[in-house]
């Protein structure tokens, strides 16, 4: 493995990885007591779904999720894949029943999630892991909600594949998916390269070890309370188009209304996601033949999020390792940072206008809003063309028979 991708230390990354946490840990703090009375998520730009999920996912007390009903509320409750909910159950058996130390345990096992990210990044592309460490996404949605979980388990999903360690990287990868359905996508680039390295094999061990290890997951809950299992499918099928989504920016601009059909937007967003992937697979091909298949996993989660009506923002997180994997063109990814700032800072000041509350950063028009979300999406068109027409960036670790260098070499 060539020093020369290797011009900072891991100590250093760390270092970089806390300064980047702390100063998103400095945006959250006023939230992180649940005391929204001034409407300061909104004001100042602090919130944070992790501050209220004791009360909304009703997990004071023992409540176990799924497997003991909900109490009727105006909230949803069980709303999350079972690995989620059961990492929130722990964090608050770790927290106890006060909103802070839920968001401050929850803070802490997010911010492990990162280290390892970044750790697992670090062997793969050396320098290239700044793309994640110095994010301003990473800052801003760390502790926004719980996806940090999924996005380490589908990077070490990746080193292990990458690795040849095939069973383990479906293991990772299906654990992910019981996390957050995303990193079950990443499944499909991983076997088709085995395949089309004449390995199919190993490919089949791949899918089935992660088809196995979700089922593994969700069967239990599934037979012993699926009415609380499904709740997540079910809310998800019925929710509305997100603000941040292409969906709600069509309905709202052409019918004034938010995509109220939601039947036709779920079948037309699956559609359309598996009709762009063929399309930008086909092109790349034609392209570059012999092209690594597995790096299509960028252009696959970019093209979720660009198709699905659900573009919640720390969405995001998602695409930073890949930037660093498959796409580090700085360039295009600063492009998206900055517009991905711009679409949290209008889109919390926004809702300070729709709520009507005065003062403070409240007040943007929803129009400014829109164009920051427009803007996202067309530099990530771009970002996939750009995919297309370039030659496919290489991870630094190797990838049959050289071995990881050991951890104390890595610290040096």
Same mark, same amino acid.
């Given at each position: 493995?060539?020093?020369?991708?290797?011009?900072?230390?891991?100590?250093?990354?760390?270092?970089?990885?806390?300064?980047?946490?702390?100063?998103?840990?400095?945006?959250?703090?006023?939230?992180?007591?649940?005391?929204?009375?001034?409407?300061?998520?909104?004001?100042?730009?602090?919130?944070?779904?992790? /501050?209220?999920?004791?009360?909304?996912?009703?997990?004071?007390?023992?409540?176990?999720?799924?497997?003991?009903?909900?109490?009727? $509320?105006?909230?949803?409750?069980?709303?999350?894949?079972?690995?989620?909910?059961? $990492?929130?159950?722990?964090?608050?058996?770790?927290?106890?029943?006060?909103?802070?130390?839920?968001?401050?345990?929850?803070?802490?096992?997010?911010?492990?999630?990162?280290?390892?990210?970044?750790?697992?990044?670090?062997?793969?592309?050396?320098?290239?892991? @700044?793309?994640?460490?110095?994010?301003?996404?990473?800052?801003?949605?760390?502790?926004?909600?719980?996806?940090?979980?999924?996005?380490?388990?589908?990077?070490?999903? $990746?080193?292990?594949?990458?690795?040849?360690?095939?069973?383990?990287?479906?293991?990772?990868?299906?654990?992910?998916?019981?996390?957050?359905?995303?990193?079950?996508?990443?499944?499909?680039?991983?076997?088709?390269?085995?395949?089309?390295?004449?390995?199919?094999?190993?490919?089949?061990?791949?899918? +089935?070890?992660?088809?196995?290890?979700?089922?593994?997951?969700?069967?239990?809950?599934?037979?012993?309370?699926?009415?609380?299992?499904?709740?997540?499918?079910?809310?998800?099928?019925?929710?509305?188009?997100?603000?941040?989504?292409?969906?709600? @920016?069509?309905?709202?601009?052409? $019918?004034?209304?938010?995509?109220?059909?939601?039947?036709?937007?779920?079948?037309?967003?699956?559609?359309?996601?598996?009709?762009?992937?063929?399309? /930008?697979?086909?092109?790349?091909?034609?392209?570059?033949?012999?092209?690594?298949? +597995?790096?299509?996993?960028?252009?696959?989660?970019?093209?979720?999020?660009?198709?699905?009506?659900?573009?919640?923002?720390?969405?995001?997180?998602? @695409?930073?390792?890949?930037?660093?994997?498959?796409?580090?063109?700085?360039? +295009?990814?600063?492009?998206?940072?900055?517009?991905?700032?711009?679409?949290?800072?209008?889109?919390?000041?926004?809702?300070?206008?729709?709520?009507?509350?005065?003062?403070?950063?409240?007040?943007?028009?929803?129009?400014?809003?829109?164009?920051?979300?427009?803007?996202?999406?067309?530099? @990530?068109?771009?970002?996939?063309?750009? +995919?297309?027409?370039?030659?496919?960036?290489?991870?630094?670790?190797?990838?049959?028979?050289?071995?990881?260098?050991?951890?104390?070499?890595?610290?040096?």
């Amino acid at each position: 493995m060539p020093n020369a991708v290797r011009r900072i230390g891991l100590g250093t990354v760390f270092a970089l990885l806390a300064g980047t946490l702390l100063l998103g840990h400095a945006l959250k703090a006023p939230c992180a007591a649940g005391e929204w009375s001034d409407n300061r998520q909104y004001t100042r730009l602090c919130y944070s779904d992790n /501050v209220h999920q004791l009360a909304t996912e009703q997990l004071r007390g023992n409540r176990l999720p799924f497997l003991d009903a909900c109490e009727v $509320t105006t909230s949803e409750c069980d709303e999350y894949p079972v690995l989620t909910m059961w $990492t929130m159950r722990v964090a608050a058996w770790i927290s106890g029943p006060t909103t802070t130390g839920y968001f401050y345990t929850s803070a802490i096992m997010l911010w492990i999630a990162a280290f390892i990210t970044a750790f697992c990044l670090y062997l793969l592309v050396g320098d290239r892991v @700044l793309y994640f460490v110095l994010a301003p996404t990473l800052a801003l949605y760390a502790t926004m909600n719980w996806d940090l979980l999924a996005v380490a388990l589908a990077t070490v999903g $990746t080193l292990a594949y990458l690795r040849r360690r095939d069973g383990w990287s479906g293991v990772l990868l299906g654990l992910g998916a019981a996390a957050k359905i995303f990193p079950m996508f990443l499944v499909v680039p991983f076997v088709a390269a085995r395949f089309r390295g004449g390995e199919p094999d190993r490919g089949i061990r791949l899918a +089935w070890a992660a088809i196995g290890t979700w089922v593994a997951v969700n069967l239990p809950f599934l037979l012993l309370a699926p009415r609380g299992w499904w709740e997540f499918f079910r809310f998800n099928a019925a929710r509305l188009a997100d603000w941040d989504s292409l969906w709600y @920016l069509a309905c709202e601009r052409t $019918t004034g209304e938010t995509c109220m059909n939601t039947r036709l937007v779920n079948v037309a967003s699956f559609g359309l996601f598996v009709a762009w992937v063929g399309v /930008v697979w086909v092109l790349k091909a034609r392209r570059e033949p012999g092209f690594p298949r +597995w790096t299509l996993g960028f252009p696959i989660l970019v093209l979720f999020l660009l198709t699905s009506k659900v573009y919640s923002p720390q969405f995001s997180l998602w @695409l930073l390792p890949w930037f660093a994997l498959a796409f580090p063109r700085l360039r +295009w990814f600063a492009a998206f940072e900055l517009a991905d700032v711009a679409v949290f800072v209008t889109r919390f000041s926004w809702f300070g206008r729709y709520l009507g509350i005065e003062g403070g950063a409240a007040g943007l028009p929803v129009g400014v809003f829109e164009l920051a979300v427009a803007i996202r999406a067309l530099i @990530l068109v771009v970002c996939v063309i750009a +995919w297309v027409r370039g030659t496919q960036a290489r991870p630094m670790l190797a990838t049959r028979d050289e071995e990881l260098p050991a951890a104390a070499e890595v610290l040096a």
